[in-house]
């Protein structure tokens, strides 16, 4: 078993700042890469930014300039800082975690439940 909580979620006024939090934690081997995908309604989920463990970043043109992923590899945690937040980026925030797991020889993917984030005033 493999899980992936989110926290930090919540409501921000435009122009504030959130930061949100992502471990992943159980039968874990190894993991290849940590990132963010965000989803809102009649839309397709689309990459926010994504992390290797050699510390090499992926960021979608929406988000590019405002938002900042890190992660620590000891803790099995990736963040993402939201700054300059707009409604836009109003949505549901995946996380998303390719790992090898103890049970499988071959990596895969792995989401958390998703933490929602809306920005208004």
């Known amino acids: 078993q493999v899980q992936l909580v989110e926290s930090g979620g919540g409501l921000v006024q435009p122009g504030g700042a959130l930061r949100l939090s992502c471990t992943a934690s159980?039968?874990?081997?190894?993991?290849?890469?940590m990132g963010w995908y965000r989803q809102v309604p009649g839309k397709q989920r689309e990459l926010v930014a994504t992390?290797?463990?050699?510390?090499?970043?992926n960021y979608g043109d929406s988000v590019k300039g405002r938002f900042t992923i890190s992660g620590d590899n000891a803790k099995n945690t990736v963040y993402l800082q939201m700054d300059s937040p707009n409604p836009e980026d109003t949505a549901v925030y995946y996380c998303?975690?390719?790992?090898?797991?103890?049970?499988?020889?071959?990596?895969?993917?792995?989401w958390g439940q998703g933490t929602q984030v809306t920005v208004s005033s």
């Open positions: 998303n975690a390719n790992l090898r797991s103890t049970s499988y020889y071959s990596p895969r993917d792995y």
């Open positions: 159980g039968r874990i081997f190894v993991i290849n890469t």
């Open positions: 992390i290797t463990s050699g510390g090499t970043t």
